[in-house]
């Protein structure tokens, strides 16, 4: 007989989010909208927020969710947010995607430009740990999963200050993540690599896309979808050990070394 007496989980089921309230920061089109998909198939009840209020509006449709359109850098939108969220239900996962690159040199950002970039990544990030995590905590428990990007941790040419407010972020929710541990809030980040969002589908050729291929083992970028399947793990009961971690989902590409021969 084995002396391994641990009771098996029902594995399909921690991933099940019956009853819970999602928040989906960005959930107007590309990991925000596959997310926010993801979390309701999974039984979420999913507040869809965006900048726009007519994606918002439509992901809310297709998911059975509620629209909310908001600014999230701003403070009084995100306690807007939070507070639509809390008369669904008491909040238990939020999801935040926002995060716009300004691609440039170092040498071509002045000082407005640098604080924008800063306040496109980091900013939200802030806030919704401040106050989505007090609601998360006051309904006793729950998950955040914040997007990064890999440019957080490896270099990428134009990237050097948006990388560094990623690696910020990193470091924020890393942080956090101990700091309200005790108090049953679980958060990480993801770090994608490239991916074919619909915004990135605008600004490269398919030979761009295919070149990017080569630099990964599968030879193709990943997908919006394959983003939102991590998504729903974190967010989910499946994934309750893991807090304070960022998972960089990149098919390989990053973390290589290139020889002369």
């Not at 099940?16 to 009840?45: I, K, W």
């Not at 428990?141 to 990193?170: C, D, N, R, W």
């Not at 690599?193 to 083992?217: C, H, K, N, Y």
């Not at 050990?241 to 002369?260: F, H």
Request: with cysteine; aromatic share 4%.
């Amino acid at each position: 007989m084995s002396p391994d007496i641990e009771r098996v989980p029902d594995y399909t089921g921690l991933l099940r989010l019956d009853g819970r309230v999602a928040v989906v920061l960005g959930a107007g089109a590309g990991m925000g909208r596959q997310s926010a998909h993801a979390l309701a198939q999974a039984g979420a009840t999913v507040v869809c927020v965006d900048l726009d209020a007519d994606l918002a509006k439509q992901v809310a449709v297709e998911t059975g969710g509620v629209a909310v359109a908001a600014d999230v850098t701003r403070r009084d939108d995100m306690e807007r947010i939070v507070a639509e969220a809390a008369r669904l239900g008491p909040l238990r996962v939020l999801v935040d995607v926002v995060g716009i690159a300004a691609l440039g040199p170092l040498s071509s950002f002045d000082d407005e430009r640098y604080d924008r970039q800063f306040d496109l990544v980091l900013r939200h990030v802030f806030l919704a740990l401040q106050i989505g995590g007090r609601a998360i905590v006051e309904a006793g428990s729950g998950s955040m999963v914040f997007i990064g990007s890999m440019s957080g941790h490896t270099y990428a040419p134009g990237e050097t200050v948006y990388g560094a407010a990623k690696a910020a972020l990193h470091r924020m929710v890393e942080n956090a993540a101990r700091e309200l541990g005790p108090h049953g809030l679980r958060a990480n980040v993801i770090a994608p690599g490239f991916t074919r969002t619909p915004r990135l589908d605008r600004m490269l050729s398919e030979d761009q896309w295919s070149a990017v291929g080569a630099d990964i083992p599968r030879g193709t970028a990943g997908t919006p979808a394959e983003i939102a399947g991590p998504v729903l793990f974190l967010a989910s009961d499946l994934s309750s050990y893991v807090n304070g971690q960022t998972l960089t989902i990149d098919g390989g590409m990053s973390g290589s070394v290139p020889v002369p021969f």
